[in-house]
């Protein structure tokens, strides 16, 4: 079988989506050490920041805000429960609903991770302005690309 020249769309450096995806990947290794200090993971981290946001959500609110099924961050829930940052409560009126609410040590632990923005802003080695900007338009593409799914 003659060999065909592959091209340039085709090569992985081309690719958006290896870009995202290997930005990704470096993005969550940079926060890895950073939660280490605070006891957390990545997606422990992603489950407070909802929280902080607003406390005594849902499970699916949650995973929703967070573009993941419920089924795969229920461990996380059960994880965070048992490390006392947090209360899982059936709702009184729809027994299928689980709302999550902050513990005082949850609450607590947002102090501590204040500074983690910064230190991202910091090893970007670009303006926050800059940061922001590229937060949007990859919004916006995320957004677009959500729309497209069929």
Do not use: H
């Amino acid at each position: 079988m003659p060999s065909q020249e592959i091209g340039t769309d085709l090569e992985l450096e081309s690719q958006l989506c290896f870009t995202l995806y290997s930005t990704s990947l470096l993005m969550t290794k940079f926060y890895k050490p950073l939660l280490k200090g605070l006891g957390l993971t990545y997606p422990q981290y992603l489950v407070l920041l909802t929280l902080w946001q607003q406390d005594g959500q849902s499970a699916g609110a949650i995973s929703r805000r967070l573009m993941t099924d419920t089924g795969s961050l229920t461990p996380v829930f059960k994880r965070l429960e048992a490390e006392g940052l947090l209360r899982r409560v059936r709702n009184r009126r729809d027994e299928r609903v689980v709302e999550l609410f902050l513990t005082e040590r949850g609450r607590a632990l947002q102090v501590q991770a204040q500074e983690i923005p910064g230190c991202v802003v910091m090893a970007s080695g670009q303006p926050q302005e800059e940061l922001e900007e590229l937060k949007v338009r990859l919004e916006a593409l995320r957004d677009r690309l959500y729309d497209a799914m069929p």
